[in-house]
C-alpha cells in the first residue's frame, strides 16, 4: 500500500524557513514522479515543486529560487526546504505520487499525503 506522510509544518515569519519531509512507504522514490503541492485558504490547489524519475526538479514561478526539492532514498523520504517564506506561502502542503507524469498539475497525482500546515506571519 502506497503512504505519504508529510511532517515539518508550522509557524514563521515572514523571511524564514522550514524544511517539509514527506516519508514514503509501499513504494520506492525513484520509480516515480514526486510532488510538492500545496492549497491556501480559499484557493484552488496548486503544485509548487516536482522532482522526475532522473532528477530533474521543475518549480513554479512563485517559489523559484526560493523553495528546493530532494530525496534521500536511502531513507525514501522528500523534502522541500522552504527559504524566505512569505505570507502568501501560507497553505496546507501536500507531497504526491505520480505514476506516469511528471508536472505540477494536481491531477497528475494518483496518490497524496493528508498534508502539513504551513503558517508564515507578517
Known amino acids: 500500500e502506497v503512504q505519504l506522510v508529510e511532517s515539518g509544518g508550522g509557524l514563521v515569519q515572514a523571511g524564514g524557513s522550514l524544511r517539509l519531509s514527506c516519508a514514503a512507504s509501499?513504494?520506492?522514490?525513484?520509480?516515480?514522479?514526486i510532488g510538492w503541492l500545496r492549497q491556501a485558504p480559499g484557493a484552488e490547489r496548486e503544485g509548487v515543486a516536482c522532482?522526475?524519475?532522473?532528477?530533474?526538479?521543475f518549480y513554479s514561478k512563485y517559489v523559484e529560487g526560493r523553495f528546493t526539492i530532494s530525496t534521500d532514498n536511502a531513507k525514501n523520504t522528500v523534502y522541500l526546504l522552504m527559504n524566505n517564506l512569505q505570507p502568501d506561502d501560507t497553505a496546507v502542503y501536500y507531497c504526491?505520487?505520480?505514476?506516469?507524469?511528471?508536472?505540477?498539475?494536481?491531477?497528475?497525482?494518483?496518490?497524496w499525503g493528508q498534508g502539513t500546515r504551513v503558517t508564515v506571519s507578517s
Open positions: 522532482l522526475s524519475r532522473d532528477g530533474s526538479t
Open positions: 504526491a505520487l505520480s505514476e506516469k507524469y511528471y508536472g505540477l498539475g494536481p491531477d497528475l497525482y494518483d496518490y
Open positions: 509501499g513504494f520506492t522514490l525513484d520509480a516515480y514522479s
